[in-house]
């Protein structure tokens, strides 16, 4: 199976800052890269995805991928306390019906 | 909005029991999967299905079945508990096709004592 590869962490960043957060992949056919949030004790839930290559904003959060050097990021502008919990990125395999998840990175935001 | 639901939000069961957890989602999807999730490994494909009758196997079959009879509903089967089926087990769906997203319910987390 394709490997999905995230810094466990925890990241600490303050208040307003940004926080980013970075995926490795390993499978250089891969077409869709996700983003979900997990909050601790609750399911994941879609933040955004990215197909093509550059960077894809909405709202406070930017994707990045590359597809060249295999990774995709996730940019967190003027992160808030809110914002504290568990990244995940995930990457179809096989079929492409199925994500291959990564560990998640734990993002904690300080006042 | 799309709306995936899972019967229990907390199951205690015997070691040898046959456990039965269920999912129903409302957005006519054809894709549903059953996920574990445990401390240091992440999310773990148990099973998916991608159209009524028809499953695939993910990382991690063993010790599970599964029963997609109508398309909305999909259900994981523990046939015999184990201890080590404790954990935290998350249902998703999908439009048809690959690379869609995936919409998961709020999980079960289940204790097999």
């Known amino acids: 199976q394709k490997e999905v590869e995230q810094n466990s962490g925890p990241l600490s960043v303050p208040e307003g800052a940004i926080a980013s957060l970075n995926c490795t992949y390993s499978?250089?056919?891969?077409?869709?890269f996700f983003w979900y949030r997990q909050y601790s004790g609750k399911s994941p839930e879609l933040i955004m995805f990215?197909?093509?290559?550059g960077d894809k904003e909405d709202g406070r959060f930017t994707a990045q991928l590359n597809k060249a050097s295999q990774y995709v990021s996730l940019l967190i502008r003027d992160s808030q306390p809110s914002d504290s919990a568990t990244y995940l990125c995930?990457?179809?395999f096989g079929s492409g019906y199925a994500l291959n998840f990564g560990k998640g990175t734990s993002l904690l935001v300080t006042p | 909005d799309v709306k995936v639901t899972q019967s229990s939000r907390y199951l205690v069961k015997r070691t040898g029991e046959k456990v039965f957890l269920e999912c129903v989602q409302d957005?006519?999807?054809?894709?549903m999967f059953w996920y574990r999730q445990d401390p240091g490994l992440g999310l773990r494909l148990i099973y998916f299905?991608?159209?009524?009758?028809?499953?695939e196997k993910g990382d991690i079959p063993e010790g599970y079945s599964v029963s997609r009879e109508k398309k909305e509903r999909f259900s994981l089967i523990l046939e015999s508990a184990s201890t080590n089926q404790t954990s935290m087990y998350l249902c998703?769906?999908?439009?048809?096709?690959?690379?869609?997203?995936?919409?998961f319910g709020p999980g079960t987390r289940l204790l097999v004592l």
């Open positions: 998703a769906s999908s439009l048809s096709g690959a690379q869609e997203t995936q919409y």
């Open positions: 995930a990457v179809p």
């Open positions: 299905s991608y159209d009524v009758k028809m499953k």
């Open positions: 499978d250089r056919g891969s077409q869709s």
């Open positions: 990215i197909y093509s290559n």
């Open positions: 957005m006519d999807h054809e894709n």
